[in-house]
């Protein structure tokens, strides 16, 4: 293997690190910490899995953390009552909704009801255009497209002028990088290609891509002859592709997990590439997190 590493794990941990270090320092001086609530709506495994893992990585921080369950019947009335006595909450800096609810709530009007001052996913359509006007406007980057920039100007990879290709146009991946890295300033200053399934040639646009941020769900689709020598290879896809015994335990079975390239022929060729996993899925978590840290501190107006 000739290309560097990108290792999301051991980069999330250092920003881990450094927002505890700010929470400390601000909690001593004003007496105040990020406080976060997750809402939960009935019993899917995964999401009690995921809202679990937020809730522990928050309690880790300093933060207030609530988890807030609810049934999986509960009105979508009383839903919207929840959130909004959460908007009117101060020491609650953070709102998010675990997806998916159930069919009999509407998922939209849900999210839309979280204050977009509290909207530390970014989702809020407030949120998205504040994202596209870019500097100062941004308020909450959504997490996996902040965790993917973080990655790439952490390992030292220049953007100003590069040539960026992002596979897929969804909009909490492909969209909302493509346009970071568009915007004026550092970690961005990029000529950007999006690329989806109505591209032709794709092959051809990924082969003029100096950053190659791959965010399409389908294993193995970029082939390393798609990829420039030297380029810095962004793999965002997860897929579970069959399972395997468990190394703590050879009784339980757990998921295999692919990304989008052909990790081991694209990392001789590449000149930084990020694992799967270990690469883009640690660093959401983290943005999250920061994004908490930031809404509290625009309040407090520091
Ligand atoms: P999505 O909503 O399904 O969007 C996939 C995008 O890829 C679409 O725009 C689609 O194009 C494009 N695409 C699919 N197949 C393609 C092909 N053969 N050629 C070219 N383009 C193709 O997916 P998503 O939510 O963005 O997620 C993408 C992947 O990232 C998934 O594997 C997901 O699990 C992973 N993910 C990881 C994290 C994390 O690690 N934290 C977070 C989010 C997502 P069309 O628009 O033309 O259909």
Redesign the pocket.
Known sequence: MSAKLIKGTEIGEQILEEITAEVGKIKEERGIVPGLVTILVGENPASISYVTLKIKTAHRLGFKEVQDSQPVDISEEALLALIEKYNNDDSIHGILVQLPLPKHIDEKKVLNAIDPDKDVDGFHPVNVGRLMIGGDEVKFPPC?PA?IQELIVRSGVETSGAEVVV????N???KPIANMMLQKGKGADATVTI?????RN?AEHCKRADILIV????PG?VKPEWIKPGACVID????RVGEKPSKNDPNKMVAILKG?VDFEAASEIAGFITPVPGG??P??ITMLMRNTLRSMKFKLGI
């Not at 965002?236 to 897929?239: A, I, L």
């Open positions: 996996t965790g596979v897929g146009r969804s909490i991946v492909g690329v989806h399934t109505r591209t794709m965010a399409a769900g389908v689709l965002v896809g997860v897929n989008d883009v899925g660093m959401t």
